[in-house]
């Protein structure tokens, strides 16, 4: 069955879904975008993902054809549409469609883009036995807080674990970790705190990580928002990831090297289930 996408207005079938060879989008990356997740027919912190959309446009520059209560009714329409109940709904703007050029055109109308992906989150098979992965440099531009579809290098780098049978893959920066190839990377060192990197323009400011941090700390959880290396992470007593698409997934194995017990650990479970059981009440 063809699920219905929204383009630039219009609901349409996925085989009539589409949009200029000239788009900045398909020719420059020169676009942004947004994965918010469903849960029971609901939109999970959609609040965090449009104020991130917004914070992305202003980095960029970049107008959006529609206003706040439009876009929401779009994610509102698309979800009945295709009777999507679990999974994600992928927002993009761009910049629109104009004659080469890598300056920015005057007359551009930007464009904008959503479609669902049906997905089992909170059932996962994933979660159940941990994530293994691999440290590789880190070799995207230096504005990671921008979320742009830029995502060749993450791509890379999924297939590069795929390869050598791990889930997904780490980024390293100047020996030090940024996160995971499309997620947030954590740690929780053998003293139980929760070890983070920081905010900056390394990383995206994951909404699913602002969340999961707010609610280790409700729940008495040490947070330290600080980097930590691939050697810290192998010694730690767990290590997880945070996104959207995954929640919160426990990593089980760091270059072959076991983390913890080489099981799921008690304080990733616990976020976890404490994530989905909040989005559950929280999502819109
Ligand atoms: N990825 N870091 C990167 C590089 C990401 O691409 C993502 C999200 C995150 C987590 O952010 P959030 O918690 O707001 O989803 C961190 C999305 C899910 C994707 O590209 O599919």
Do not use: C
């Not at 807080?145 to 997904?168: E, F, H, N």
């Not at 100047?174 to 190839?181: A, I, K, L, Q, R």
């Amino acid at each position: 069955m063809s699920r219905i996408v929204y383009v630039n207005g219009r609901y349409v079938p996925e085989e009539q879904a589409v949009i200029s060879v000239f788009d900045r989008g398909f020719l420059m990356a020169d676009a942004v975008y947004e994965v918010t997740a469903v849960l029971d027919g609901r939109l999970v912190d959609f609040a965090g993902h449009m104020a991130r959309l917004h914070r992305s446009l202003g980095e960029l520059d970049m107008g959006i054809p529609v206003n706040d209560a439009e876009l929401e009714a779009i994610h509102r329409e698309l979800m009945a549409r295709n009777a999507l109940r679990e999974g994600g709904i992928y927002l993009q703007v761009t910049r629109g469609a104009a004659d080469r050029d890598f300056v920015f055109p005057d007359d551009a109308v930007p464009g904008l883009v959503l479609f669902t992906q049906a997905r089992e989150i909170a059932a996962s098979p994933l979660a159940e036995r941990g994530m293994k992965v691999i440290s590789i440099p880190d070799i995207r531009w230096g504005r990671r807080d921008i979320k742009t579809v830029q995502l060749l290098a993450p791509s890379l780098g999924k297939m590069q674990a795929k390869r050598a049978g791990k889930d997904d893959a780490w980024l390293v920066e100047d020996g030090m970790v940024t996160e995971g190839t499309s997620n947030n990377a954590h740690i929780v060192t053998r003293d139980g705190t929760l070890v983070t990197r920081g905010l900056s323009n390394a990383i995206l400011h994951g909404i699913t990580r602002a969340s999961v941090l707010a609610f280790a700390r409700e729940t008495g959880t040490r947070v330290e928002e600080r980097a930590f290396s691939v050697a810290e992470a192998q010694q730690a007593a767990e290590a997880f990831i945070t996104s959207a698409s995954a929640f919160v997934m426990p990593v089980v194995e760091i270059d072959g090297v076991p983390v913890g017990d080489g099981v799921p650990g008690p304080v990733a479970k616990r976020l976890r289930a404490i994530y989905i059981e909040e989005s559950l009440k929280q999502a819109v």
